[in-house]
C-alpha cells in the first residue's frame, strides 16, 4: 500500500501555530528560561531532547508549556534506538507519541543509529553497518515511530569514529533509500558531516554535493573537539560543547545556498555558556538564510512507501 504524501503535521489547536520557516534556534537548558521569556522574539525556536520531558509533569512540563506557548518547538529524540536489532520500546515508543501530541513541536527528529542491546540502555549513539539487514530493520522502526505519532519524522545523518567493512551502501544512498521507503524526512547535521570527515579522510564538501538535499527539513549545527587516540592519532568528536567551528559554517553557507532557508538549530549540550552566546550562534545562522537561502525552503514532499 502506497502511504499518502505528509507536508506538515495537523494543527491541533492547543497551541499557536508557529512558523520555523527561514528561522534559526538553539538547544533549551532550564537555567536560560527566564532570559527567553524575557525577551520572546530573540529567537526562532527552541529544541528539547525527548527524553528530558517523558515524566507525568512537575517543573520540568511547566516551563515546557510557558514556552511553547511563545514559540516553535523541535522535539529531537536520543534514546529510540532507530538502528537497534530488537523491536522499538514500545513505554518508550508510547511516552515519545505523547510529548508530540501534547507540545504540537514544528518538528520532530530522532538519529540513525543504535544504543540498547536486549535491556542494555548505553548513553551513546552507536554506528551502523550499511547493509540490507539494517536497512530494512531501520525502515520498519521508522514506520513504527511515524504510525505512532501520526506524521513524518526526520532522520539525522550520524557523526561516526569507525567504519564497518561489511557495509554494502554509501551513507548518502542509505539515508536516500530510507526515505524513498518511509516518507521520511532528514535532519542533516552539518558538524556530524565534517567530524566523520575529517576521521575518515573524505571529502564533507563531496559527502554534501551527493547529500539528498530536496528532503532536508532541519539542519543542526554544533562544535567539536579534538582528541587523539592512545596511539597519538588525531580524531574529532562531535561534542556539542564549543561555538560552531569555522569550516562547518563554511560548509553550512554553502547547503543553505543550493537548499534554500531550511530551519536551523544550534545544539550546545556541555559546557553550556550564558543564553546571549548561543542566541548569537543562532542570530549569525539566521543571517546566513537570511544572506545565502534566497527562499524559505518548502516542507519537502516525502516520497510514500510501496
Not at 520500546?89 to 527528529?109: G, T, W
Not at 550520524?158 to 530510507?178: G, I, K, M, Q
Not at 547535521?189 to 554534501?208: C, E, I, M, Q, R
Not at 560552531?244 to 554553502?254: G, I, K, N, R, S
Amino acid at each position: 500500500m502506497r502511504r499518502a504524501e505528509t507536508s506538515s503535521p495537523p494543527a491541533a489547536g492547543r497551541f499557536p501555530a508557529f512558523s520555523v520557516a527561514g528561522r534559526a534556534g538553539a538547544s533549551f537548558k532550564p537555567q536560560h528560561l527566564e532570559a527567553i521569556l524575557a525577551d520572546p522574539g530573540a529567537i526562532g525556536f527552541l529544541e528539547v531532547h525527548a527524553e528530558n520531558y517523558m515524566g507525568a509533569g512537575g517543573p520540568p512540563h511547566a516551563a515546557l508549556a510557558r514556552l511553547r506557548a511563545e514559540r516553535p518547538l523541535s522535539l529531537h529524540g536520543v534514546c529510540m534506538s532507530i538502528g537497534g536489532l530488537e523491536p522499538l520500546d514500545r513505554a518508550h515508543l508510547a511516552r515519545f507519541a505523547d510529548l508530540v501530541a501534547r507540545y504540537e513541536p514544528a518538528l520532530v527528529s530522532e538519529h540513525l543509529a543504535w544504543s540498547t542491546h536486549d535491556d542494555v540502555f548505553l548513553n551513546d549513539l552507536l554506528p551502523l553497518p550499511y547493509t540490507d539487514a539494517t536497512l530494512a530493520r531501520v525502515c520498519d522502526h521508522i514506520d513504527a515511530v511515524q504510525t505512532a505519532i501520526g506524521r513524518p519524522m526526520l532522520l539525522e545523518n550520524p557523526s561516526t569514529y569507525v567504519l564497518f567493512a561489511e557495509s554494502t551502501w554509501r551513507e548518502t544512498d542509505f539515508l536516500r533509500e530510507v526515505v524513498r521507503r518511509t516518507g521520511c524526512g532528514l535532519l542533516l547535521d552539518v558538524n556530524n558531516v565534517f567530524v566523520s570527515a575529517t576521521n575518515h579522510g573524505f571529502s564533507a564538501a563531496a559527502y554534501l554535493a551527493d547529500f539528498p538535499l530536496a528532503h532536508v527539513g532541519e539542519i543542526h549545527l554544533a562544535g567539536h573537539a579534538r582528541d587523539a587516540d592512545e596511539n597519538g592519532v588525531a580524531f574529532l568528536i562531535d561534542s556539542h560543547d564549543a561555538p560552531v567551528a569555522d569550516p562547518v559554517w563554511a560548509l553550512y553557507e554553502t547547503v543553505v545556498a543550493q537548499r534554500g532557508a531550511v530551519p536551523t538549530l544550534v545544539e550546545w549540550d556541555s559546557a553550556v555558556p550564558d543564553w546571549p552566546v548561543l542566541m548569537a550562534e543562532a542570530a549569525a545562522a539566521e543571517a546566513i538564510l537570511a544572506r545565502k537561502g534566497g527562499r524559505v525552503a518548502q516542507e519537502p514532499r516525502h516520497a510514500a512507501r510501496a
